[in-house]
């Protein structure tokens, strides 16, 4: 795979096809296909919700939702204007044109947990070092207020995984469950599997949901990820740890 050659792997779509080929972790994989009119159709008439998004992008941009409202609509949302559409003949016609001839995937919609009906994801960040990878922790993002998106450049607010839970199930729903380790443990398994594929990786903000019924997915995984949503952890030294992380694996990437 030439993604083998690539020190930031960028493309969404190739990442997913790596990772689909580990079974053990497809249950975590959202529904991703690339885009066209057909891969759409077929998408939204299986999902209540799906997402569009740029094949290579980042910090959120670009990034449309599609909601299938009722029967023969479809409500199209980009970051400032909102779209109704008859049938998903319609819908694919619209996204094609907001497209404008870029690659995108189209992905399944996840239920993401809600704070006071606002989106919740979670960044959880990796760095590999010494020949293996080491965990730095686990930050929420909640979305701004009528945004989709959760990310930080677009205007999400950082919030800690308990809080986020508590707030989201309730401290009784929650039960006993280390939902860190649980979290650690999958974005470790997550982390070992690319770099099957992309053996000069060595840093990955690893984006992922939690649903109403607590299933973890794999949203994304960026392979120069920004931590400034660690300057909120409960932990008060992690940022500068991270900082002084990301300045050796990237000094040492230069001189590979």
């Known amino acids: 795979m030439k993604g083998n050659l690539l020190k930031y792997p960028g493309r969404k779509w190739s990442k997913h096809e790596s990772l689909w080929n580990e079974e053990g ?5 959202p529904v991703t296909e690339l885009f066209t009119p057909q891969s759409f159709k077929k998408m939204i008439e299986q999902h209540p919700v799906v997402f569009l998004k740029p094949d290579l992008g980042m910090r959120g941009q670009g990034i449309v939702k599609v909601s299938r409202v009722k029967e023969g609509e479809c ?7 909102t779209y109704k559409r008859r049938g998903a ?11 404008g001839g870029k690659r ?5 919609g996840i239920d993401l947990i809600r704070i006071k009906g606002r989106p919740v994801d979670f960044r959880i960040l990796l760095h590999k070092t010494n020949g293996k990878w080491k965990f ?13 998106v959760t990310n930080y450049a677009r205007g999400g607010k950082a919030i800690r995984l ?12 929650l039960g006993d469950v280390n939902w860190d380790e649980r979290l650690k443990s999958l974005s470790l398994q997550l982390a070992e599997a690319l770099q099957k594929y ?7 903000g690893l984006d992922v949901a939690i649903d109403a019924d607590q299933r973890i997915w794999l949203l994304e995984a960026n392979t120069r990820p920004q931590y400034q949503l660690f300057r909120h952890h409960a932990n008060r030294g992690l940022y500068a740890r991270i900082a002084s992380s990301v300045r050796s694996v990237r000094a040492a ?4």
């Open 25 to 29: 972790l497809r249950p975590h994989l």
């Open 136 to 148: 730095f922790g686990i930050m929420g993002k909640v979305a701004a207020k009528n945004r989709f």
């Open 198 to 204: 992309y053996p000069n990786v060595t840093e990955l």
């Open 162 to 173: 308990q809080e986020a839970l508590s707030k989201a199930f309730g401290n009784e729903k």
């Open 104 to 108: 995108y995937i189209v992905q399944q």
């Open 253 to 256: 990437k230069q001189q590979r």
């Open 75 to 81: 409500t199209i949302q980009t970051a400032s204007k």
């Open 89 to 99: 003949s319609s819908a694919a016609r619209r996204l094609n044109k907001l497209i």
